[in-house]
């Protein structure tokens, strides 16, 4: 029986839909604690007993979550929650009963959850052929149904340099250099978005591959965009993302 979890989840709004969702399925289980890097969640782990379960996201802040597995001997359970499908199989590698692409839904946790306390584990490869299968019907949003005139219009994501947000109203700056307002968040819109061709540079920002121009050493170990479409346009990208980034690019 599941009595605590430790969630590792570097992106608050993540993290604070996780607690939620536990809190409806599973009130009774306790929630340790919420750490955001990997440097934070070996430190935590070393000074801690191994909690009955560890909700984890792979991309930290810091780097991906397998260097703490790689360099600690964790015998406690593990669910990945993240939106990048490309780890799949490296997963399973691992302790891991189970991966759940964000945004998580209500009733795959709640099925995570009595999976762990069953450790009814599947075999290996047929666990890593069911994934995927889910991860073939992963789809991402592709367009955008607009208020035009008396009636709407169509804006294709592939269309779009940019988002950002300004005076709390969500943008698209789009490659032909005009702009169209959106009803949905950038939180939403992180989750909507491909995360192989979208990357959340931070608060303001969710900026297209394709949209990148150049990419400059900013100080204190940011880094400095230039976006194609906008010269004016420059996007810092914090240190603690900055190896994020550099790896979304390399990809």
Not at 2 to 19: C, F, M, S, T, W
Not at 126 to 131: G, H, T
Request: glycine residues 2%; aromatic residues 10%; charged residues 30%.
């Amino acid at each position: 029986m599941i009595k605590n979890i430790l969630i590792v989840e570097d992106e608050k709004p993540n993290a604070d839909r996780l607690k939620r969702l536990i809190g409806i399925v599973r009130p009774d289980i306790a929630i340790l604690d919420v750490l955001g890097s990997v440097s934070e969640s070996m430190a935590w782990l070393l000074k801690n007993d191994c909690p009955d379960l560890i909700m984890m996201d792979i991309r930290l802040s810091d780097g991906l979550s397998f260097e703490i597995l790689e360099q600690t001997n964790l015998k406690c359970p593990i669910i990945f929650t993240t939106a990048y499908d490309e780890y799949a199989v490296r997963a399973f590698k691992f302790n891991s009963v189970d991966y759940i692409l964000k945004p998580i839904d209500q009733d795959e946790l709640a099925l995570a959850i009595e999976k762990v306390e069953e450790r009814n584990l599947p075999d290996p490869m047929i666990a890593v052929q069911n994934l995927l299968n889910h991860l073939d019907r992963k789809s991402y949003r592709s367009r955008f149904l607009l208020p035009y005139r008396d009636g709407f219009k169509t804006l294709l994501v592939n269309e779009v340099a940019y988002f950002y947000v300004e005076l709390k109203i969500t943008r698209a700056f789009l490659n032909n250099s005009t702009e169209e307002n959106l009803g949905q968040t950038l939180e939403e819109l992180e989750q909507q978005l491909d995360p192989k061709q979208f990357f959340r540079a931070n608060r303001q920002f969710i900026i297209n591959i394709d949209a990148v121009q150049n990419i400059h050493n900013y100080f204190n170990g940011k880094l400095k965009i230039k976006l194609k479409h906008n010269p004016e346009a420059e996007v810092i990208v914090s240190r603690e993302k900055a190896q994020q980034f550099r790896n979304w690019m390399d990809y």
